[in-house]
């Protein structure tokens, strides 16, 4: 049985002649922390739409526990955060939360729901409509969702976007709950404190190409110890090595 959850093959896409991801392989393996790092426009969100099925690769594979993933019939679960918002924004918060809880399968989806929010200090909110919320409150929600029923694979697409410190900090405590509980997690974040408080091992995308993959140590180690924020410039800024 493969260590793997995820395993990305030669990995090649593009659209209208324009090649976005050229030749990527890696792997994250079960229950680790695993942050897909770079510029906006790299090729992160293009590669994880693809292991979702959203879009086709040209060349290559991706693969969710060995086999292409399809959300009726999967035997890994996957809770998908995008960085835009999806929800329904004219309705109340709570009938929200119990309507993806039904979808999914979630026992008692209102307990559940309410939970959470008291969790998140949105307890208050419970009947307010959507759109009458913060985009940070939207997250939050979002988030609620995202882990409903405990999936196996949590990916995160920019998390704790416009979060202030306080809040940043409640929600990397819930996602490290999660990992706690076994659960694969693909970080897709622009903090690098997250990603040295949190991941196991790390990919640095630019232009569709890996220029930086292993643990956090093997990545300082290649760029002679220096910080990831400091790594991040350096290869963005031309000095990649």
Same mark, same amino acid.
């Given at each position: 049985?493969?260590?793997?959850? /995820? %395993? /990305? $093959?030669?990995?090649?896409? @593009?659209?209208? +002649? #324009?090649?976005?991801? #050229? +030749?990527?392989?890696? %792997? /994250?393996?079960?229950?680790?922390?695993?942050?897909? =790092? &770079?510029?906006? &426009?790299? &090729? $992160?969100?293009?590669?994880?739409?693809?292991? =979702? @099925?959203? !879009?086709?690769?040209?060349?290559?594979?991706?693969? /969710? +526990?060995?086999? $292409? !993933?399809? *959300?009726? +019939?999967? %035997?890994?679960?996957? &809770?998908?955060? *995008?960085?835009?918002r999806g929800l329904y924004r004219k309705e109340n918060v709570i009938d929200t939360m119990v309507y993806f809880g039904e979808l999914k399968g979630l026992k008692n989806p209102r307990e559940w729901s309410e939970k959470y929010l008291k969790r998140v200090g949105l307890e208050d909110k419970l009947n307010e409509r959507v759109e009458k919320l913060s985009g940070g409150q939207q997250q939050k929600i979002q988030l609620g969702i995202t882990i409903m029923c405990n999936p196996k694979l949590l990916i995160l697409d920019e998390p704790t976007k416009g979060f202030d410190p306080i809040n940043r900090h409640l929600l990397m405590d819930i996602i490290e709950e999660h990992h706690q509980k076994g659960a694969a997690i693909i970080m897709i974040t622009h903090y690098m404190d997250e990603v040295e408080r949190l991941c196991d091992r790390a990919l640095l995308l630019k232009d569709g190409v890996a220029k930086a993959y292993g643990t956090i140590p093997e990545i300082k180690k290649k760029f002679h110890g220096k910080s990831l924020d400091q790594i991040f410039v350096d290869v963005y800024g031309g000095r990649d090595e």
């Amino acid at each position: 049985m493969s260590s793997n959850i /995820v %395993e /990305v $093959k030669n990995f090649q896409i @593009g659209f209208n +002649d #324009k090649i976005i991801i #050229k +030749d990527l392989s890696f %792997e /994250v393996r079960k229950g680790e922390i695993f942050g897909l =790092l &770079g510029s906006n &426009g790299s &090729g $992160k969100t293009t590669t994880m739409r693809t292991l =979702l @099925g959203f !879009y086709q690769p040209t060349k290559g594979e991706i693969l /969710v +526990d060995g086999k $292409k !993933y399809n *959300p009726e +019939d999967a %035997e890994v679960t996957v &809770g998908y955060l *995008p960085e835009e918002r999806g929800l329904y924004r004219k309705e109340n918060v709570i009938d929200t939360m119990v309507y993806f809880g039904e979808l999914k399968g979630l026992k008692n989806p209102r307990e559940w729901s309410e939970k959470y929010l008291k969790r998140v200090g949105l307890e208050d909110k419970l009947n307010e409509r959507v759109e009458k919320l913060s985009g940070g409150q939207q997250q939050k929600i979002q988030l609620g969702i995202t882990i409903m029923c405990n999936p196996k694979l949590l990916i995160l697409d920019e998390p704790t976007k416009g979060f202030d410190p306080i809040n940043r900090h409640l929600l990397m405590d819930i996602i490290e709950e999660h990992h706690q509980k076994g659960a694969a997690i693909i970080m897709i974040t622009h903090y690098m404190d997250e990603v040295e408080r949190l991941c196991d091992r790390a990919l640095l995308l630019k232009d569709g190409v890996a220029k930086a993959y292993g643990t956090i140590p093997e990545i300082k180690k290649k760029f002679h110890g220096k910080s990831l924020d400091q790594i991040f410039v350096d290869v963005y800024g031309g000095r990649d090595e």
